[in-house]
């Protein structure tokens, strides 16, 4: 399966128009002259085939500066009934303004009999319909689908199209992707690049994607990979992305990232710049008045840019690689990432700091470094602050920020510099967390009696990005969906608890939001038969999962990833009967280091409290294999010590 319409859709936010191919229906004409048009292959090996076999998965490309042209053919088996669900239509999609699309074959082949469902042009619906609107996306893209009639257990549908693509943004650069993605055994799997001989493009097949051959042909430079009853191979569990990209070919004409940043770097110089008369110099002037920190200057440019402008993508017309202009940005008050980016650069500009834009991939960052250079590599675009020697990164694309960690480095792991000169990509590293993300502390009052209900008080301690994300999750909802959320979580831990209150409030000035819940619940104290005690185990996070093994495949010896940076406490305290008198707990106390992270517990009996606390921090983004291996046994052992307190004994 190509990666095409992954990548294209992965493009969405920074792809642009070019109107010299816009085409709003697609055409209906036999393959380019240069395709090798494949013989159906036999059935793949397969005992335990999935339910649609793949018997051929053709993709031939051919790059050149003046566009690209990419034809895919797809012949599926349908095996057994479960496969008709899945089979419903075949569908393309496609930009207008930047794209043509041709079909040349979809047919149901039934033994002897061939039902051609091209043979009516009419059967193709053909509808422009807004699927990302919820999204806050406007992207125009249109779709073709025809439903597949009359499909049958035993039937195969052979469905082949071209897709011509070509961008005068990018000037005649080109890529490409492709992915051996399938499920079981595919007959055939075929993949065939080319390009002028000469023109320098650079490609790399990525572990599980087996070296392609290198040919010339009728002046061009031909790469093939062409592989019988292959299986698609299975990304190593548990690892970081650039591990787990596998099966996986990339051909890029761009000579080096310099390219690609110099290659954005006008689009914004033009969209950042406003006339002396401009609104938004109004407002930076507004900014270097109330501030003369030039740090508390870049986070309240952030902050005008996050609340007075809404996110909206446009990837119609030159909407896409194409920033709109601040001051448009400014009077529609909306804009997607790079309007915003322009936005921010026009007011930084003005507050005389050093600001610069840089692309970066909001999920799929990690190994970007690996990979040849090419805009692909991006989806996204932020703004870089230097400040004292130091980076702040400002997202207008986020809302609710009050405090300075929005301008942490973000966990996009490599970004590239839109400079005029150019500029190499550049590690993005995270900073540890000081302060945990998450701080609960929960309180039981049992001092009315073991067998009585208990009071429970919760406080929820929210910083950074979580503290973000409530205060934006409580701008959204009703108050009483925000407080029933709660409610639902803790009644709900137990089955036993009724949370009776949920209060709230935001302290910006430290960076947290706070969130208490009061209520009853009833504790399971049981009684231990061997001491005639009885003890209330308590539930504490904390402890690392398991790594997970792994089965045979490219990468499997790869490190595992750690939620890095994270940090979290919990605080469980339990008010005893009596002063606590005769009661005793027991629990872990001191400090593990293991499977990446700094664990850190304490158990104590202070008076008539009970106090548990466990710290977690994680220490690294990674470990090998063999350590993970190794620290499964160690997870195991933490999670072996129990937590618990002991009420006294029967009096005899």
Known sequence: MSLRLAVLSALAALACAFPALAAERPAFAPPPAWVNVADIPPAPTDEGAPAVQMLL??????LDPSGDTYYNRRVIRILKPEGLAGVKSMNVIWSPDTESVTFHTLKIIRGDRIIDLLEDQKAILVLRRETNLEQASLDGRITATRQIDGLQTGDILDFAYTRVHADPVVQGHSFDAERLAFAGAAGRYRAVVSWPRGEAVQWKALPGFDTPTVSSKDGRTVLTLDRSNIVAPKPPLGAPLRFRRVGQLEVSSYKSWNEVSRLMAPLYAKASQVPESSPINAEADAIAARFADPKARA?????????KTRYFFIGMGEGGYVPANADDTWVRRFGDCKAKTALLLAILKRLGLDAE????NLSAGDGINELPPALASFNHVIVRVKIDGQSYWL?????GDRDFQAMNPPPHHWGLPVRPEGAPLEAIVERQINVPTLDTVTRYD???????PATIHVTLTASGVLANSMRASLARAPRADFERAF???YANLNGGTDIEQVTWRDDPARGLFIVELTGNTDLDWRTNQDLDRREFRVATSGVPRLFPRREPGPNRDAPYAIGYPSYT?????IVLPDGGKGYSVRGPNGVDKVAGHEITRNSSLEGAIAIFTIDQK?????????DAMAANLAIRKLRDVDSLVRAPGQPG
């Open 446 to 452: 049992t001092s009315k009696g073991l067998d009585m």
């Open 569 to 573: 406490r919990s605080r469980t305290e």
């Open 395 to 399: 997202d207008g694309t986020r809302t």
């Open 57 to 62: 998965d053709d993709h031939q490309t051919r």
């Open 487 to 489: 409610r639902q979580q």
């Open 299 to 307: 986070f309240a440019a952030l902050q005008l840019v996050e609340d």
């Open 357 to 360: 834009p840089v692309l970066v």
């Open 618 to 626: 994680a220490l690294t983004p990674e470990i090998s294999a063999t």
